[in-house]
Each structure stands twice: as structure tokens, then as C-alpha cells.
């Protein structure tokens, strides 16, 4: 064999070395953002179970509840309209520290005090946390794996990451709610182990491989655009009136299942966080079940879910029937989350290529003003009628109006 010949092979031989190499760091990469994302998301639910807790320590009232998680939902958007693009200039790492380092700064608030201003400030940390990180982590977990296993389906990135997002809100409630019932000091236990893990995660992203080569020169800085085209328009605003109505239920389950619990005779934080995991369990598991489903069919199905779930949450309330309780949050839940994937694949299929961000944006600016204008209200309703009658409306409201989407997205065309 002849000189030639030989440093060939061993040039592809290193070539070769060097690219499973990479391809281990980006499958370790992978599963390491998976974790972070899910624990992140996990954090930004820690408190549901604690509310009632709060309520006794500093004496307020539901109304207050519903600010505080309001302040969480406006955190969301000023981060998704102001920097939630960035990492496609600046890079995945870059913008996921942050997000990361925010939620360490919202535990450390958490863990300090206890009055209602620091709850407002540490659920505004949270919520720029959560803004900065849901679509930045998305991508990057899908970059990842694009790395790791260039020839395969994107299914699996799709897949985790909805796991890692749902997944992740269903865990936290879950997780605090079991540390109120049988750890010592249960407003500060829960924050002091998410600490300690979110300071993991923030090496886990130090460590994991950037996958966006920074363009030269830097776009200039813009928030977010809305962008929808004009022909997609009626078709838009019927789909973002079902990403409003499916994050109304989401924003109930995650801000005032425990007032509805206690008109249920039921103060067990433990409980209160099972009712929270099944709500977005459900949703993570109808979404991943139904991932090749088509957009109108998602959509059908999950407003008729979501229907049926209120009908059998408003049963619940009227008969004070725990285990109805939680099966219409496994079943509402199932419904959103069928029905919001339903809503983001058809924007998708709507916009403009280029302008794909700025129309999900629209979606998003929808579903969140759903999970805080509605619980605000029904917050609202609680300080002058009994909770079984606000919350009987509500359902009411909700079913109804899933109802006449429905009925919208059978009769007509979802482009428009």
C-alpha cells in the first residue's frame, strides 16, 4: 500500500473519529437542553399548590392570586415580543443562560420572603424565564438533534420538546404540592431543591454545543412583529380565539384550582398538585398521541374534548365530586392540548415562510392574553359570588365557545 494511500485512510479515519465525536456531543447535548427545558418549565409551576399557604401567611385574598399569576403571564410576553427571537442572531447558549439565570433569581426571591410584592416580582422573573426560554430551547433541541442524526425524522425533536414543555408544567405542581405535605418548611423546601437543580442546568448549557453560527454583520435590534396575511386573516382570528380559549382552562387549572378545591372541602396541597399534572400530563400525552393527526381534525377534536371536560368540571363543582373533578382537568386538559397544536400547525401552514415568527407571534399574544384576562375576571367574580356559581359561568362560557369553533373550523376553510 503506498504512502498516499495510507494517510488517506487515516485522514478519513480521523475525519470519521471526529464526526462521531460531534455526534455524541450533540446527542448528549440533546438530552441535557431536554432537561433543562422540562425543569425551567417545572419551576414556573411550582407555586399552584402553595397559594392557599401564601393566603394564610400574609392574609389575601383569591383576587390577589390572580394578579400574581397575571404578572406571571405578562412576563411571558414581554420576553417572547422583546428578546424571544434573539438566539437565532445571538445563539442558542446566549439567550438560554439568561432565561435559566432568571428563574435562579425568581427561586432566590421565593426562598427570601414571603409578601405579596415579592410573589409579583418572582413571578415576573419566572415569567421572563419561561418567555425567554420555550421558543429558544425548542429550536435548539431540534438544531441538536439535526446534529446528532442528520437523516432522521424531526418526530423525536417535535415529540420532546412537547414533553419537556407540557410535560414539565404538569411536573412542578406535582412535585411542590407532595414537598407542602410531607417536608418541613413547605414555602421554601420546594424553591431551595429547583435552586439547586436549576444551578445544574446552567452548567448543562455552559456544556452543551452552540448550533447557530452568529451572522455578520448583526440584524439590527426589533422586537417581535405581528405579521398575518391579509387573504389568511378570518382563518387566523377564528384559530386564535381557540389558542385564547385553551389557555383560559390552562390559566384556571394553574392559578385557581386550589380555590375551587377548597369549595370542594379539599386543602391538600398534594391534591392540588395531582389535579395540576393530569391537566397538562393529558395535554402533553393528546399532543404526542395525535402529533400526525391533521390540523382540522386536532382542532375538532380537541374543542369537543375541551367541551365535554368543562361539562364534566361543572358537574364536578356542582355535586362537589372530587374524582369528577379530576377526570374533566384530565379531559380539559387533553382537549388544549390536541386543540393548541392543532392552532400552531395551522399558522404555520398559513404564513408567509419568512415571516413565520411574526404570525405565531399573533397566536401566542392570543393564548396569553387567554391564561390571564379570563382567570383575572373569574378572580374577580369570586369576591362577590360563591366560587361554584363563577366557576359553573366559566365552563359554561368556555364549552360554548368551543363549541361554535367547532362548528366554524368544519363548515369553512382553515386557510382562510
Known amino acids: 500500500m503506498s504512502q498516499s494511500t495510507v494517510g488517506t485512510a487515516r485522514a478519513r479515519g480521523t475525519r470519521g473519529a471526529h464526526r462521531r465525536h460531534s455526534d455524541a456531543r450533540h446527542h448528549t447535548g440533546f438530552w441535557l437542553i431536554a432537561a433543562t427545558f422540562t425543569l425551567t418549565m417545572a419551576f414556573s409551576t411550582v407555586p399552584t399548590p402553595l397559594y392557599p399557604l401564601y393566603q394564610r401567611t400574609d392574609g389575601f385574598g383569591p383576587f390577589v392570586v390572580t394578579i400574581v399569576f397575571a404578572t406571571y403571564a405578562v412576563g411571558v410576553l414581554a420576553a417572547l415580543f422583546l428578546a424571544g427571537h434573539l438566539s437565532d442572531w445571538l445563539g442558542r447558549r446566549t439567550v438560554l443562560l439568561p432565561a435559566v439565570a432568571l428563574s435562579i433569581a425568581s427561586a432566590m426571591v421565593f426562598v427570601s420572603w414571603y409578601s405579596v410584592p415579592a410573589l409579583i416580582v418572582a413571578r415576573l422573573l419566572s415569567g421572563l424565564s419561561v418567555g425567554l426560554l420555550t421558543a429558544t430551547a425548542t429550536a435548539h433541541l431540534d438544531d441538536l438533534h439535526r446534529h446528532a442524526r442528520p437523516h432522521a425524522s424531526p418526530v423525536r425533536a417535535n415529540v420532546v420538546a412537547t ?93 385557581l384550582t386550589p380555590l375551587v378545591l377548597g369549595d370542594l372541602h379539599v386543602a391538600s396541597p398534594t391534591v392540588t398538585g395531582l389535579a395540576a399534572f393530569l391537566v397538562f400530563g393529558s395535554a402533553a400525552l393528546a399532543q404526542i398521541l395525535l402529533a400526525r393527526a391533521g390540523t382540522r381534525t386536532q382542532l375538532q377534536a380537541g374543542l369537543g374534548l375541551l367541551a365535554v371536560g368543562m361539562a364534566v368540571l361543572a358537574a364536578a363543582v356542582w355535586t362537589a365530586d372530587l374524582p369528577l373533578f379530576l377526570v374533566g382537568g384530565a379531559v380539559s386538559g387533553a382537549g388544549a392540548g390536541t386543540a393548541f397544536k392543532g392552532c400552531v400547525s395551522t399558522v404555520l401552514s398559513m404564513a408567509v415562510p419568512e415571516r413565520r415568527g411574526e404570525t405565531l407571534t399573533g397566536l401566542f399574544l392570543a393564548a396569553y392574553a387567554g391564561l390571564s384576562v379570563p382567570v383575572l375576571g373569574l378572580g374577580l367574580a369570586v369576591q362577590t359570588v360563591p366560587v361554584r356559581d363563577a366557576v359553573l359561568a366559566f365552563s359554561g362560557l368556555v364549552a360554548a365557545l368551543a363549541v361554535l369553533l367547532a362548528r366554524r373550523f368544519a363548515r369553512s376553510s382553515l386557510s382562510g
Open 163 to 255: 414533553g419537556a414543555n407540557l410535560g414539565g408544567l404538569g411536573i412542578g405542581p406535582l412535585v411542590s404540592g407532595l414537598l407542602a405535605d410531607h417536608a418541613p418548611d413547605a414555602l421554601r423546601t420546594p424553591y431551595l431543591i429547583f435552586l439547586g437543580l436549576l444551578a445544574l442546568a446552567a452548567v448543562a448549557v455552559v456544556v452543551v454545543p452552540e448550533t447557530v453560527v452568529r451572522p455578520e454583520p448583526r440584524p439590527r435590534y426589533r422586537p417581535q412583529r405581528v405579521s398575518v396575511p391579509d387573504r389568511a386573516r378570518p382563518a387566523f382570528f377564528a384559530v386564535a380565539g381557540a389558542g385564547l380559549v385553551t389557555f383560559a382552562v390552562l390559566g384556571l387549572f394553574t392559578s
